[in-house]
């Protein structure tokens, strides 16, 4: 099946540093979706990538949709100690069928801020 | 408006026990998720519902294993016997249009010794 390589798996960084985390995909992939979990929480979408060479951004947060559909990066801008937690890329192949529904998520980046 | 709704959010049972985890997802989506969390496998969709028809259960784990959807408001998830390696946080995720704008519930945190 697909699979996604997500990296770094962990990342410790000061107050007011700038981040980048990234996912590669041997599939390619029609959608790039970036979402943070909180401790005991569940995923909450960040941001949401569409066509190839898109370039997002949501505040401190800009993503990209790389060019050959098989990569997507994670930017954070100037952090803040509520930027803990764990980062996760996923991926949607198909418009159609029953891989519509599917979404294909990486390992998380854990993300440590230090004030 | 209320978020996904899961109960309980955490369960302890023994092994062969049967477990039922609940989800009440955001009223008008039509779409809903499960999903399993393990630090070994991550993050895995194991049956996803369209207007509470199941679409895709290739991600159900095995036979012990089974998801309805009654109605709109309401699905459960059942593990019929348990056993310890399916020890993990479940996900219940719906959605107004697709996968790419689900909302997640706060999960159930299952621990079967």
């Known amino acids: 099946g697909q699979q996604l390589n997500q990296s770094p798996q962990s990342m410790f960084i000061q107050e007011g540093e700038d981040v980048s985390m990234n996912c590669t995909s041997s599939?390619?992939?029609?959608?790039w979706l970036w979402y943070k979990q909180d401790p005991g929480e569940g995923p909450v979408l960040l941001i949401a990538l569409y066509k190839a060479g898109e370039l997002t951004s949501n505040g401190r947060l800009t993503a990209q949709f790389g060019i050959t559909r098989k990569d997507s990066f994670l930017n954070i801008s100037a952090s803040i100690p509520s930027d803990v937690g764990i980062y996760f890329c996923a991926g949607q192949l198909g418009a159609g069928g029953t891989s519509y529904g599917k979404l294909t998520f990486g390992q998380g980046t854990i993300l440590t801020v230090h004030p | 408006d209320a978020g996904v709704i899961q109960s309980p959010r955490h369960e302890v049972t023994e092994m062969g026990q049967e477990v039922t985890l609940r989800c009440k997802p955001i009223s008008g989506h039509d779409y809903l998720f499960w999903y399993r969390q393990t630090m070994m496998r991550g993050l895995e969709l194991l049956i996803y519902f369209n207007n509470n028809v199941p679409i895709d259960d290739s991600g159900m784990p095995e036979d012990r294993f089974s998801a309805k959807m009654p109605n709109a408001s309401f699905s459960t998830l059942k593990i019929q016997p348990s056993e310890p390696r399916d020890s993990a946080v479940y996900f219940c995720?719906?959605?107004?249009?697709?996968?790419?704008?689900?909302?997640f519930g706060p999960g159930t945190r299952l621990t079967v010794l």
């Open positions: 995720a719906s959605s107004p249009g697709g996968p790419d704008t689900q909302y």
């Open positions: 599939s390619i992939f029609n959608t």
